[in-house]
Structures are given as C-alpha cells and as structure tokens.
C-alpha cells in the first residue's frame, strides 16, 4: 500500500516511501541548528534581540522535525529545551545580554553531554570567531542603508 504513487512532480511520480527516504537526518538538522546558533549569538551581541529571537525559534523548530523524523531523540532534546533552550529564551525576552552570554556557552556544553551521550565525542560545536556577514546584527531600527546594499 505504502508503494502507491502519491506525488506526480513533473520530473516523475514519487511514493509515500521515497518521499520519507528524502527527508533530512539527524546529521543535516544539526548542521543547519548549529548554523543557528552562530547567528543566535552575534544577533544578541549587536543588540538585535528581534533577529536573537528568530533564531531561536527556527532552532526549536529544527527541534521539532528532528523529533518527528527521528524518535529516538525526542526525550533528550525535550530535556535540553527545558534545561539549555529556556534560559536563553528568557535572556532574549529581557534583552539581558551578561544573561545569555552564561545560558548559551552553558547550552553549547549541555550539546558535548548528548553528543557524548549518542557516541559522538568527536562532534563538538565550536562558536565561529566571526559574525555573519550577511545579516545586520545591530537594532533593525539603525539600519541605515547605502546604495546597493
Ligand atoms: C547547542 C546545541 C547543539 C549544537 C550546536 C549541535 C551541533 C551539532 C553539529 C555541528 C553536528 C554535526 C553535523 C554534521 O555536520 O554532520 C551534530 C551532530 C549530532 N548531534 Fe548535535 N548539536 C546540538 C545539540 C544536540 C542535542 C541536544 C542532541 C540530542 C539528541 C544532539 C544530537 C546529535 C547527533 C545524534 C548528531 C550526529 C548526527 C548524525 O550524523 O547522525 N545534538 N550536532
């Protein structure tokens, strides 16, 4: 039943089977929350609270899939959101950046711990040195654009 033909796209038709192969790993969902996390960080630290809070969201939301796709690490990042993602959370709510400086270096030990946990002592999330440069970090409001930028 499964093998029926649910999509036609116009490169060909797709079943409910190949359309679950194609969807995103563990491996992919961390690459894009560790990228997150990166702008996370700099958003905050230029003061772009409404950007800091974007992020966070699409991290919960890579979360999110990542438990629809792979259950067996629903529990774990359950408790990491409670533990690590909420103190960050309310740092961004009151704009309090001493607040999530210390939330979010302790949210980026809290990931070594699962890491360890699922057997991967070689993964470690390391915060880029440099900003983006592709998003403006400071309050939106300052933005003043020049021509062609
Ligand atoms: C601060 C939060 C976290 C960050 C920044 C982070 C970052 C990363 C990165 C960069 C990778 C390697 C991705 C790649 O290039 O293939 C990875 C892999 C992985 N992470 Fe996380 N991670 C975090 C939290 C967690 C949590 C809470 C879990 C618990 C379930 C977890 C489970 C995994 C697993 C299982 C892999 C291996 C995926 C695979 O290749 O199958 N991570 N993570």
Redesign the pocket.
Known sequence: MSERIVVKTKHGELTIDQLAEVQP???RI??E??RR?WYMYYAAQGGNWALAGYQYRQILGLFSTAKTLRPK?AQ??TT?ELE?MKPIFEAINEKNWEKFEKAYHN??E??DL??N??G?PE?R?VLPSEPPKHLHLGPPEKLVRRKNT
């Open positions: 790993g563990m491996s961390m690459e929350n560790a996390w690490y774990d990042l990491f690590y949210g980026i809290g990931s699962y890491h946990k699922w991967h993964i999330f």
